[in-house]
């Protein structure tokens, strides 16, 4: 049972996994980071209020955030066969992740930056800082201990819906526990592989909870 | 001397859920170039949108603010963002970037106007200097005393050589010790390197600690301007007298509304003495001249711009006879008295 080739299978899980959660966090990033920036700049209070702009990628991040991800894998083959030139496999699932992932981690943005104080915001406009200024060195880097702890929080969850990917055959851990522990009934395989899962979430969430707490200077 | 800063007839309206709300009435106000100019008032009486409006953080609805000789309003986003690195800002919270050390802070203003990393380095280190802090550099705000973030927002806010400073309830949120020594460095930057100051503030005491000029405000309407020294002496607003005589802070006081509530009940009078008459036993000579009590119902002696100022008030006795006397035995001595009226409160 504990066959060489289950450990290969398994380790393979492992970095098909990794692989999968790592790059569709990054494009995500890519993604809801200027979206997440965006909400909070063009909100009415914000630095450049902006009504039509402001509701356009409110109501996108709304609806994009309500479709439950299994349907939204599907909706979005003919994007991934565009994008990847196949909907099957790792890679392909990199695409209904990053989609799934973008609008979420642009709320998670959009909430951190607005916890940076409006004085500090007078203050550098008071200096003649300009609106990418504000953003680049103030917002980004006042808000950076709540924006990895989004982070944190994001990876996990894009961990665990690159698990659900395992269903179209998108490979990962999750492949793994279907494959085995529900069409097989293997269920040994399955409890190794969600133990794998969990603690694939606790190595993340430690690493940013150690990375929040050295960057945060706002404790003695 | 030229007016640095020169508002005529600005209007500030808020546009909110429940209607239009007019923070500001009309206001017209010259700073001159080198003044410690005050702006005192009550809380929501609009001096902290007046002073946000001198460098355009709040867009006045009508009117115009000229400063170093240019209309705020005529600028461009580019050229406001120049004029404003002219203009040094503190605010009561200082609002030090948090994530950054003390250096960094003080280099911020300095970077965004694209001055090379060691050029603000060193222009920093003075400044740091100037503040006491030199040896900060490397701590982070939050380990620092409120004293010495103002400090350091005093700093970061003259980093850019400024021509004017303002300066938004600055000491509100300081103990009156470190409150001290916040003014006395202000007053420093004003004489040494001739910086302009616009001070906003509750507190009396701050205005007469450091101001030359003083304006009050009430409602959004500039009821009386002046030096302090006149304004100090002869209040002619009712806002501008319950501002002295009371003091907001001690206003608070129960022991003071005994008093203020005590000063309704009879005619009185307060005096000011200059410096010469307070070596004299003015009111021990009155009393043994006219022979008639009176009552001392406050005595005060306070520091207006460096001179002593006492101030006194009196209660007197009922027969206006001898009220007369007592008014004229005190303006022959050459002290400034008025009648004070019910309405201190």
């Known amino acids: 049972m504990w066959s060489s080739t289950v450990i290969e299978m398994i380790e393979k899980g492992i970095l098909e996994s990794l692989y999968m959660t790592l790059f569709s966090t990054l494009f995500a990033y890519v993604i809801g980071l200027p979206w997440g920036v965006a909400l909070v700049v063009f909100n009415q209070n914000g630095l450049k209020p902006n009504k039509v702009a402001y509701r356009v990628l409110d109501a996108l991040a709304n609806i994009m955030r309500s479709i439950p991800f299994l349907i939204l894998l599907i909706l979005l083959i003919p994007v991934t066969i565009f994008v990847v030139g196949t909907s099957i496999g790792t890679t392909a699932t990199i695409v209904p992740l990053t989609v799934a992932a973008a609008p979420m981690i642009a709320r998670m943005v959009e909430s951190s930056i607005q916890e940076v104080d409006s004085g500090v915001i007078e203050a550098a406009q008071s200096m003649g800082a300009s609106n990418w200024q504000i953003i680049l060195h103030v917002l980004l880097v006042e808000a950076r201990v709540s924006l990895i702890a989004g982070a944190t929080i994001s990876i996990g969850t894009i961990l665990g819906y690159s698990a659900m990917a395992g269903i179209v055959g998108g490979g990962g851990l999750g492949d793994i526990a279907i494959r085995y522990g529900y069409y097989r009934y293997q269920k040994d395989i399955m409890i190794v592989t969600v133990v794998l899962l969990v603690l694939l979430v606790q190595l993340f969430q430690f690493v940013g909870n150690v990375t929040a707490v050295k960057l945060d200077k706002r404790r003695r | ?345």
């Open chain 2, 1 to 345: 001397m030229s007016s640095i800063v020169s508002v005529s007839n600005l209007t500030k309206v808020f546009s909110t859920k429940d209607g239009d709300f007019e923070a500001l009435k009309g206001i017209d106000l010259d700073v001159e170039e080198g003044d410690i100019y005050g702006i005192i008032g009550m809380s929501g009486a609009g001096k902290s949108t007046l002073v946000r409006c001198f460098n355009f953080l709040e867009r006045p609805t009508g009117g115009h603010v000229v400063v170093e000789g240019r209309d705020l309003a005529e600028l461009s986003d580019k050229e406001l963002r120049e004029q404003r690195s002219r203009i040094g800002m503190i605010f009561q919270n200082f609002n030090l970037l948090m994530q950054k050390n003390v250096m960094d802070n003080v280099c911020f203003p300095l970077t965004t106007r694209g001055v090379k990393k060691s050029e603000a380095r060193k222009r920093a280190k003075e400044l740091l200097k100037t503040v006491g802090l030199e040896d900060k550099a490397k701590s982070y705000p939050a380990q620092l005393s409120g004293g010495q973030k103002q400090r350091v927002a005093i700093a970061r806010a003259l980093a850019t050589n400024p021509r004017i400073l303002l300066c938004d309830e600055a000491t509100s949120a300081l103990d009156p010790q470190t409150t001290a020594s916040i003014l006395e460095l202000l007053k420093r930057i004003n004489k040494e390197m001739g910086i302009t100051i616009i001070v906003i503030t509750h507190q009396m005491s701050v205005v007469r600690e450091i101001c030359n000029r003083v304006a009050i405000i009430e409602s959004g309407r500039l009821v009386e301007n002046g030096t302090v020294e006149r304004v100090f002496t002869h209040p002619k607003s009712r806002a501008a007298r319950k501002l002295i005589i009371g003091g907001v802070e001690e206003l608070d006081s129960p022991d003071a509304n005994r008093i203020i509530e005590e000063l309704h009940e009879e005619k009185k009078i307060r005096i000011v003495f200059s410096e010469n008459s307070s070596y004299e036993p003015v009111i021990s000579n009155m009393i043994m001249t006219i022979g008639s009590p009176v009552n001392i119902l406050r005595a005060d002696t306070k520091s207006v711009n460096g001179t002593a100022k006492g101030e006194m008030i009196l209660g007197l006795p009922s027969s206006v006879e001898a009220q007369d006397r007592i008014i004229d035995y005190l303006k022959e001595h050459n002290l400034e008295v008025e009648e004070v009226t019910g309405d201190v409160e």
